[in-house]
């Protein structure tokens, strides 16, 4: 099992550039999350998707936008990246409320 | 208040030695908790979770849990330099969804 895996890894972008990071899992969870990670500020969530065919914001979720595709697969897109959007992303999977299990993480950087 | 506080750090201690780390919440509703480990340029991977108020062990790391003050602590005996990481706190809410809410992460330097 490959547990959940991310692309791409690293990315650099120009401001006003967009852009679709992809996550998928396949430990049959039901629940998926997005979370960007900046120095001193801990993880913070996105977006999540608790079930197949439902999103929901998180606590960060201006400027992007969310795809629950399928039970396994849950993107995230960036229509018009901004500097402030440099952080890392990573995704997550879980049984609902419990432990999440994290894919790699894409280093984003916004020029 | 922040929901979830943890001391930055770094606490270093020396090897074989017991390291605290502790972590308060806001959210008296708070049901589950859990302490991840992030190793530097790495994903945060759980190590323990707590759900019912006292001490829970597993192997050389305790989680202890006290509802009515509002703090997580874990314990890591006979700590190893490859103990040396960010410890990153979590909990979900209480309210009508259960995402997860991390603190900040303490940075723990085992010196050998």
């Known amino acids: 099992n490959a547990g959940v895996t991310q692309t791409p890894k690293f990315q650099v972008l120009k401001t006003g550039q967009s852009m679709t990071l992809q996550c998928a899992q396949d430990m049959n969870h039901n629940s998926m999350y997005w979370y960007r990670q900046d120095p001193g500020m801990g993880l913070r969530l996105i977006y999540y998707?608790?079930?197949?065919?439902?999103?929901d914001k998180g606590e960060v979720p201006n400027g992007y936008n969310v795809s629950r595709l399928n039970k396994r697969e849950f993107s995230l897109r960036l229509e018009s990246a901004a500097p402030s959007q440099t952080s890392v992303y990573f995704c997550?999977?879980?049984?609902?409320?419990?432990?999440?299990?994290f894919g790699p993480g894409t280093r984003l950087t916004v020029l | 208040q922040k929901e979830v506080e943890q001391n930055s750090g770094p606490l270093s201690v020396p090897e074989g030695a017991i390291a605290s780390l502790n972590c308060t919440y806001s959210?008296?509703?708070?049901?589950?908790f859990f302490w991840y480990r992030q190793y530097s340029g790495k994903s945060p991977e759980l190590i323990m979770f707590?759900?019912?108020?006292g001490d829970k062990e597993d192997g050389r790391f305790t989680a202890q849990l006290n509802k009515a003050s509002q703090y997580v602590s874990l314990l890591i005996r006979d700590s190893q330099p490859s103990d040396s990481a960010t410890y990153l706190c979590?909990?979900?809410?209480?309210?009508?969804?259960?995402?997860?809410?991390f603190g900040t992460g303490t940075k723990l330097q085992v010196i050998p």
């Open positions: 998707s608790a079930s197949e065919g439902t999103t």
């Open positions: 959210d008296r509703g708070s049901q589950s």
């Open positions: 979590a909990f979900t809410y209480s309210g009508g969804y259960q995402k997860v809410t």
């Open positions: 997550a999977s879980s049984t609902w409320g419990n432990e999440q299990f």
């Open positions: 707590i759900y019912s108020n």
